[in-house]
């Protein structure tokens, strides 16, 4: 039987990898791949946070961008991950998976508050744990509010699930030449400006020593290979 190299991991899911192919919203077929695929970590004994975007359904800085609030706009997109939350809480239910959805905006009415020692119970119980609403205050990502719970559930690593397979040099769909580091420290990622995470969260999990691993959510069987130990996407570390 394969041993996992993590107890708890929080996984970052961005909204767009709802869509799939889509040019909005959720793709339900997409989902439920994804839920698969965290359900055979589970099955591991790995306990798993979930952090989730809203970029599928409303982005606050694009909101910002078109002349609307900052903040406003910021909190709208909270809202958007609590819409992507609830649906991938019913695509595990679908799947025979337990999932809580918490979000840091109170909505009492379709999901948790926030609590981190109930949110810290639900996965010591088996029980995937949705984070979402980001850390519930404007001009924060949702990449911060992922090194955040992470560093306040005591997850043992960060998990960006993005649609490249790591970090690269430069952008490979653009330089073919691009190579993939298989580690790369925090300071060389920040020096670098290599935007595959925002520099809050990059700077909170260094101060925190909590490592990152980029990999992509598109290819098949890599979130078990990253959870095994397996040289899948960039280990980025302290």
């Not at 790995?46 to 900052?70: C, E, H, L, T, Y």
């Not at 744990?129 to 559930?153: C, H």
């Not at 653009?174 to 990059?202: C, W």
């Amino acid at each position: 039987m394969s041993v996992a190299a993590y107890k708890r991991i929080m996984l970052k899911l961005s909204g767009e990898a709802l869509m799939g192919d889509d040019a909005y919203g959720i793709n339900e077929e997409v989902v439920s791949r994804i839920v698969a695929e965290i359900a055979e970590v589970t099955r591991l004994g790995v306990q798993v946070g979930v952090v989730i975007g809203g970029g599928n359904i409303f982005r606050g800085m694009k909101g910002a961008s078109s002349g609307m609030d900052r903040a406003t706009a910021d909190y709208m997109g909270m809202l958007a991950t609590v819409m992507n939350a609830m649906a991938l809480a019913d695509a595990f239910r679908r799947a025979g998976v337990e999932a809580r959805v918490q979000s840091a905006l109170r909505i009492d009415q379709v999901v948790e508050p926030y609590i981190r020692g109930r949110a810290i119970r639900h996965m010591e119980e088996g029980r995937v744990v949705i984070f979402a609403a980001g850390t519930g205050n404007p001009f924060f990502t949702t990449d911060t509010a992922a090194a955040l719970r992470g560093s306040e559930m005591a997850a043992q690593i960060v998990l960006k699930a993005t649609k490249v397979d790591g970090v690269y040099t430069a952008d490979p769909h653009k330089d073919p030449s691009a190579q993939r580091y298989h580690r790369i420290s925090f300071d060389e990622a920040i020096g670098r400006n290599l935007a595959v995470m925002d520099t809050t969260a990059f700077a909170l999990c260094r101060d925190q020593k909590l490592p990152i691993n980029v990999f992509s959510i598109f290819k098949p069987g890599a979130l078990k290979r990253v959870v095994l130990g397996e040289d899948e996407g960039t280990l980025v570390h302290s």
